[in-house]
T-cell receptor, first 114, second 114 residues
């Protein structure tokens, strides 16, 4: 029943490690997103994919690499983790349509870098 | 550039009182505006959205918002607060043609006093 799911929900790791977060949506949507929510709750878009094609790439360090194996999945791989990467990462999806389409969010992955 | 500003990072009201959360937008084109709610340790859930069909928009859980072009505002209201309304609320504007992304305000934490 879950529309947008993310794994893991919590991720605690050491500085310098490489980690991945997975996202899956069963809504049949064409477009998926990654957002980052910092410790002050501020939300900012990172990436967007449409039908496996990267269409939005904000100013994000190239240690972050999204990968979309198919339009139902969008994973986020992070290399050489830094303390400042600690945040909650949200995946979202929407139909590819007009700007009024709703984005549906996953439950988030809380990443803590020690 | 399109943006939204939420006035008040923290709003506290008594149970049964009126809830008013403020959001002002900046946009050179007709904006599409959204209100999302985030309960503790959860993802974002859409409350309502303005798509230019009607200036008064009704959402879930008894919330509504009115789009006022003259005031560049899209404030969120609820006549009578309930304890379960305690959460973080985000106003967002949809930006971009096709490659839509949401630009969020800073968020407002709503506390309900018994």
């Amino acid at each position: 029943d879950t529309a947008v799911s993310q794994t893991p929900k919590y991720l605690v790791t050491q500085m310098g490690n490489d980690k991945s977060i997975k996202c899956e949506q069963n809504l049949g949507h064409d477009t998926m997103y990654w957002y980052k929510q910092d410790s002050k709750k501020f939300l900012k878009i990172m990436f967007s994919y449409n039908n496996k094609e990267l269409i939005i790439n904000e100013t994000v360090p190239n240690r972050f690499s999204p990968k979309s194996p198919d339009k139902a999945h969008l994973n986020l791989h992070i290399n050489s983790l830094e303390l400042g990467d600690s945040a909650v990462y949200f995946c979202a999806s929407r139909r590819r349509g007009g700007n009024t389409d709703t984005q549906y969010f996953g439950p988030g992955t809380r990443l803590t870098v020690l | 550039a399109q943006s939204v500003t939420q006035l008040g990072s923290h709003v506290s009201v008594s149970e049964g009182a009126l809830v008013l959360l403020r959001c002002n937008y900046s946009s050179s084109v007709p904006p599409y505006l959204f209100w999302y709610v985030q309960y503790p340790n959860q993802g974002l859930q859409l409350l309502l959205k303005y798509t230019s069909a009607a200036t008064l928009v009704k959402g879930i859980n008894g919330f509504e918002a009115e789009f006022k072009k003259s005031e560049t505002s899209f404030h969120l209201t609820k006549p009578s607060a309930h304890m379960s309304d305690a959460a973080e609320y985000f106003c967002a504007v949809s930006v971009g043609q096709g490659a839509q992304k949401l630009v969020f305000g800073q968020g407002t934490r709503l506390t309900i006093n018994p």
